[in-house]
């Protein structure tokens, strides 16, 4: 009788030792730090700090807020510091290398990429960048 309340109560104990950061969901809302932009025509490719330019989502208001500490006028680093709207609209450009595209103020940064860790938008089909953040 014992061993048939034991082994209920050990699985539960096994399965709340799981690591919980696997089922972690991917979702863009949150704290991402740039840290890479590169492409355009001049094939730039910039470099920046984990936290030295930070874009916190918001997805229940649509909203971005960019802080920008980056003091290199030389480096591309996208946005200056502040807030804006964003939306994800359907992508019209040929050729289509993705179905949407991420738009933030009404300005198009191209297709997205979203993973837990990671989030990428580009516009590679056009000569564009391709900006890297990370958590």
Partial sequence: MKITKLVPMLFLVAMSACDSGSDR???LDGHWKL???KGGISGSDFD???GLITYNFDTATNTVEVTNNNTNDAAEDMLPSGSYTYSIQENTTTPQLCE???FIDEVNFGCYNLGSNQLTFGQVEADGYLITLVR
């Fill in 25 to 27: 969901k991917t979702t």
């Fill in 35 to 37: 840290i890479n932009v």
């Fill in 48 to 50: 920046f700090p984990p």
């Fill in 100 to 102: 949407e595209n991420f």
